[in-house]
């Protein structure tokens, strides 16, 4: 299994040189990918950009740009654009996002989020597997009057989908190569999101998606602490329909329920359930709820897991 952090912080946005070297500690760590948020401050794919070719051998991910706000020729321009500095280590995840950030933010209304997904994977896929596209929908267009494929931006870059929900989940499937889903425990992997997805997959013609799960965790001699902390870090996702709903299927509460946090070993067992569940990659995130310590530690231990 893949194993990779976020590099983000949850207190701070990191300056770019700081970023670099938190990646060049992972890869020494022996994770094997680091991925952004994408929020109103850095754009993610050109910092993926700039850290993958800082930081030769490690793969690059951003999870996740909202299509609201934005279009998927510039998309495809910011993804193939990383994938070429990166030398094909740039994985780019794309997500529905928050009605309230995307009204407040953008100043347009979130109308019809799952249509607009599906026109948008249909348009942008083309984008990247050969720079042209002739999409005429009912929300977008895409065409290409100009030549939009950048040299060396191979192999095509993988397209993943911040997607939990039915309708999300078969769109995903049908068109994109896997999802990033992000507070589903165990329980809601495996009897509702990995089904669902696979199941759209598979009668689409294609390929297994992949499950790259997201989950904040870490390990620390004081899991009571850092679950307080994580408490606090995690609630505004509890306001959140979508995340309200995995939140539910997985049987927690509280999105700091589902926070892996303990010693080596109660960690090591919490990713092997959702291996279990059908995720084919993890990212732990909010690795330095306990502090800078306790991040290396849960490095130390994600590393160990990516080789064993």
């Not at 993804?79 to 995307?102: D, F, S, W």
């Not at 192999?155 to 507070?183: C, H, K, N, W, Y």
């Not at 009668?203 to 989950?215: C, I, K, N, Q, S």
């Amino acid at each position: 299994m893949t194993i990779g952090v976020t590099l983000s912080a949850t207190s701070r946005q990191l300056p770019i040189d700081a970023t670099v070297l938190l990646a060049r500690e992972a890869r020494e760590a022996g994770l094997r990918s680091a991925w952004f948020g994408q929020s109103f401050s850095y754009d993610s794919p050109l910092l993926a950009a700039i850290v993958g070719r800082e930081v030769p051998g490690l793969e690059v991910g951003t999870s996740a740009i909202p299509v609201f706000g934005r279009h998927p020729l510039l998309i495809s321009s910011q993804a193939q654009t990383a994938q070429a500095a990166t030398g094909g280590r740039y994985h780019l995840g794309i997500a529905l996002g928050a009605r309230h950030l995307v009204e407040q933010g953008f100043g347009i209304p979130y109308e019809r989020p799952v249509a607009l997904l599906r026109e948008f994977l249909t348009a942008l896929r083309p984008l990247l597997e050969t720079g042209e596209a002739d999409f005429h929908g009912e929300l977008l267009t895409a065409t290409t009057p100009l030549p939009a494929a950048v040299p060396d931006a191979r192999p095509t870059v993988p397209l993943l989908v911040a997607a939990m929900g039915p309708q999300a989940l078969r769109v995903s499937g049908e068109l994109a190569d896997g999802i990033l889903p992000f507070l589903a425990g165990p329980r809601a992997l495996a009897e509702h999101i990995v089904p669902a997805v696979t199941a759209a997959a598979e009668a689409a013609g294609r390929p297994a998606p992949r499950v790259v799960a997201l989950v904040p965790g870490v390990v620390t001699a004081d899991p009571d602490a850092v679950r307080e902390t994580a408490a606090g870090a995690l609630a505004l996702y509890e306001g959140i329909p979508s995340y309200q709903r995995a939140l539910a299927l997985s049987g927690a509460t509280r999105a700091a329920d589902l926070a892996v946090v303990g010693d080596e070993e109660h960690v090591a067992a919490g990713i092997r359930r959702y291996r279990d569940a059908g995720a084919t990659e993890v990212v732990f995130t909010a690795t330095d709820l306990g502090g800078e310590a306790d991040r290396r530690r849960t490095w130390k231990l994600l590393g160990e897991l990516a080789h064993s």
